[in-house]
Each structure stands twice: as C-alpha cells, then as structure tokens.
C-alpha cells in the first residue's frame, strides 16, 4: 500500500476515509486497494480476490469520496448533501445482499451473500458500513485528529482521546511540546 500505513480499527466507514492520509492517498492502485482490503478481510464478508480491477478501486474510491463529503457536513451540523446519499444508496443496490439458506445436514444455516463482482460488492459491502456509521446518533462524536499535521478521524471510546493513535500522533504531539518548553531553557 504504497508506503502509507493506513489506521484501521475505527469503524469501516472511517477506515476507508482514513486512506486518504495528510501525506497522500494509500489506494491509488489496484494493489493498494488489494493490500487494504486483505488488513480488513476479517470485517469483510468476502475473501480478498486473487486480482483488483482498476474498477474496482474506481468504486471504492467514489464511495470513499462519499462517505468524506457526509462526513463533512454532519460534522459541521450540516444536511449531507443529497447526491452523496444517493450515491450510497445506488452502490448498495448495485450488489444487493440476500440471506441465502441452505441445510447443513441437521440445521438451516443463513450466509449473507451479495450478488456482482468482488468489486461491486466490496463497494456495496462499504457503503452499507457508511450507511449504518451515518444513521448512528454516535456520528455526531466523530473527532478529527489534533495533530496539526493529521486529517484522520476517529471516534473515540474515551471523552479524552485526543489523537488518531496515541503511538503515532499522539507521542508525536507530546515530544513536540516537551521540545518547546525545554528549548527556551
């Protein structure tokens, strides 16, 4: 993934946001969006195809331009724009799920299943994540890093979390002003 190490461990929706980084974007190829999908393969329905389409990053990047654009704006106490929630919708419906049910020799089982390519549904299977994260009343809790240099957001299971990671900005923004106040001296 470039040479851009993507924060993960926030919501998906925010995850996918998060790889656009203060120091470029971390899917700007195929591969990229190959080597992002296999670090979140485990809250992922579907395994990491062997190839990634230029189209298929073409569809999560648009979806990723989506969600960033609502999230402007409900964090600014704004109507997301209606395009953008639409957009959403209509890559949701590109690849709708079903619950497929079979019988596994003494129960009924039932596997979430999408229907298109890997791309289609990993997009789908995104914008549903930006679905559930939007709707959410926590949304509104949705914090931007205060590290000057930072654009990632998170949100915070602590009302005193400051940063996106504590090992990256956070130690970073401590060394900082442990250096100005010592510098005067």
Known sequence: MSDLVPLTGEPLALDLVNTRTSVGDALT????????????ADRLPDEVPQEVTAADLTAVRAVREHIARALDH???????????????????????????LAWDGSTVTATRRRDG??????????????????????????????ADDCVMLFLPTHPRRRWCSAARCGNRMRVARHYQRHKAG
């Open 29 to 40: 190829t195929p591969r990229d969006l190959r080597a992002w999908w296999a670090l979140q």
């Open 74 to 100: 409900l964090l600014l106490g704004d109507e997301p724009m209606a395009t953008d929630l639409e957009a959403l919708n209509q890559t949701q419906r590109a690849a709708p799920a079903i619950d497929e």
């Open 117 to 146: 390519s890997p791309g289609r549904r990993l997009a789908a299977c995104l914008a549903e994540a930006a679905a559930e994260l939007l709707a959410d009343p926590a949304v509104t809790r949705i914090r931007k890093c205060e």
